[in-house]
């Protein structure tokens, strides 16, 4: 059996979901999710790269009482190096106070060693700190160095290395330099857009359509994934971003290996099965989120914007049951208002969402007692609510 550790992100529920759909049921340990399978991940850079909610992967080698143990372990794994000069770094989790002086004795030990034993050898660590994902990234430790993770778990210490890191700039490069970009409806982090289509779609390629598809983040996600994508939106700008932006992946990543199957304009609300060429399987979308708000809404205002943001909302999910089958997934993120000692959420939603014929599919430690998790950053006034949904019989 191999185990593998898969650091997770800034929005860890999530980030579990979407390894649950992709790589399985794990175990949660810390800040990590932990599997043991039968075979070897054959590509783990692929893997990583598909995971818009693990930070590294790691894969375990071994498991001992001391740590003086996991010193000579990590001794006899960075000896084997045929590098003239070793780079590595070591990180530790769930220590309890002597972690800053157990991470320095580690470094400076194993680097002792390492030289004593006729090697050159550069932790690159900044003193008594973690390294950052950011460094294992740019100083390439995954590929020329050694990035090791040790995390204690009761009595025990358990040792991984590296086999692959978030690849920040590719994240940074879809985000910032697509060639259409609309801040002003808003667009999903491609991060988000990625652990909503794993979600959706777990391991399996798949017919991915968003309804609400603006200038395209899920759609390029997904395209990027291999899946076969669609897309509409009531505006005609946003049909053409969409556009372009998928364009501009197809010729840009040479790894996007699925297919742009059509994207036109409609509204979300009057869909029917034919306005399709073919028929979608998983529906992901962030759908319109009401106006954007520079200070927090008083009742009245955030009243008429739940109304008319439920109105759409309804209206699409009820045209989209039409044309999925029964028991397709459906991902979806709808807004929720942040105020400073209070959360308000769309009122009546799970009880419309029955009356629609969708099950709720419940996250696992879910954020609210509606079964969703919810996605924002401290100052923002409009925070995304995440849903899993399926259709019934
Ligand atoms: C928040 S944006 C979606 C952004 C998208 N997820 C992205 O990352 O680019 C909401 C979109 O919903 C569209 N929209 C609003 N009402 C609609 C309706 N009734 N039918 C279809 N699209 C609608 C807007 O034109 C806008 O593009």
């Known amino acids: 059996m191999h185990k593998y ?39 783990p850079i692929k893997l990583q790269n598909m995971l818009g ?82 460094t294992i990234y740019e100083e390439r430790l995954c590929q020329k160095g050694t990035d090791m993770t040790i995390i204690k778990l009761g009595r025990e210490f358990v040792l991984a290395y590296s086999l692959a890191v978030q690849n920040f700039k590719q994240y940074s490069i879809r985000d910032y330099d697509r060639p259409a970009r609309d801040a002003k409806s808003g667009m999903l982090p491609p991060k988000l857009a990625q652990i909503m289509t794993n979600i959706a779609c777990g391991n399996n390629l798949s017919v ?57 304009q409609h509204d979300a609300t009057t869909l029917q099965k034919s306005d399709f060429l073919i028929m979608p399987k998983v529906v992901v979308f962030e759908g319109y989120l009401g106006p954007s708000l520079s200070k927090f809404p008083p009742a009245n205002e955030r009243k008429k914007n739940f109304k008319d943001v439920s109105e759409v909302l309804f209206g699409a999910l009820k045209a989209v049951n039409e044309i999925l089958d029964a028991y397709a997934d459906i991902v979806i993120a709808i807004p929720f208002y942040k105020g400073r000692d209070k959360k308000y959420f769309l009122a009546n939603f799970v009880e419309l969402l029955k009356n629609l014929n969708y099950k709720i599919i419940n996250f696992d430690n879910s954020d609210t007692s509606r079964g969703s998790l919810l996605y924002y950053r401290e100052n923002q006034i409009v925070g995304r609510e995440i849903f899993h949904l399926k259709t019934t019989f």
């Open 53 to 134: 909610g693990t930070i590294k992967i790691a894969k375990i080698i071994s498991q001992k009482s001391s740590l003086i143990d996991i010193e000579n372990k990590c001794m006899s794994y960075l000896g084997n190096h045929d590098d003239a000069k070793v780079i590595f770094s070591v990180s530790l989790y769930n220590f309890a106070h002597s972690f800053k002086k157990d991470l320095n004795n580690l470094l400076k030990n194993i680097k002792r060693r390492l030289k004593a034993n006729g090697k050159g050898a550069r932790f690159v660590n900044k003193p008594f700190e973690n390294v950052r994902s950011v």
């Open 5 to 43: 550790l898969f650091l997770l992100g800034r929005q860890p529920k999530l980030s579990i979901a979407e390894l649950k759909a992709v790589v399985g049921e794990g175990k949660v340990i810390g800040e990590f999710y932990m599997i043991e399978i039968k075979n070897e991940i054959d590509d």
């Open 208 to 264: 991915v359509y968003d309804p609400f598809c603006g200038s395209g983040t899920v759609l390029m996600e997904a395209l990027l994934q291999g899946h076969q994508v669609m897309g509409s939106d009531i505006s005609e700008k946003a049909v053409n971003d969409t556009k372009k932006n998928l364009d501009w992946i197809e010729n840009k990543f040479s790894s996007a290996s699925g297919q742009v199957i059509n994207i036109f």
